[in-house]
Nanobody, 133 residues
């Protein structure tokens, strides 16, 4: 059973920074997945889930206008272990919410899901980010 485990949430003051991690585990089979397709989302209290960013098969990243220039994402692979990161900078109180990573593990060269079309198979448990003014 594939799981995405998130870490790194917390409470910061306006203008502060946080780094979220999303580690995939539990995939089985003789061949490790070659592609870790990841998107990041958040949900503020009383609001709908909002797509923030995704990374495509070539490693190019895309961001929602609300976070462009302040958030950046990346991914890494180490000994078959896939991890994604979301670096949050210049945080504002309106960035408060629960942040989720979502991912597909693939053995081809395509990442079909995006932060605007979130058909990801796996979702993390969420990490709370609270920004005070």
């Amino acid at each position: 059973q594939v799981q995405l485990v998130e870490s790194g949430g917390g409470s910061v003051e306006s203008g502060g920074s946080l780094k979220l991690s999303c580690a995939a585990s539990g995939y089985t089979g003789t061949t490790s997945p070659t592609l870790f397709c990841v998107g990041w989302f958040r949900q503020a209290p009383g609001k709908e889930r909002e797509g923030l960013a995704h990374i495509d098969s070539s490693g190019r990243t895309y961001y929602a206008d609300s976070v462009k220039g302040r958030f950046s994402m990346s991914r890494s692979q180490d000994n078959g272990k896939h991890t994604a990161y979301l670096h949050l900078t210049n945080l504002k109180p309106e960035d408060t919410g629960k942040y989720y990573c979502a991912a597909d593990l693939r053995w081809d060269t395509i990442c079909p899901a995006t932060f605007t079309n979130p058909g990801y198979m796996y979702w993390g448990q969420g990490a709370q980010v609270t920004v005070s003014s």
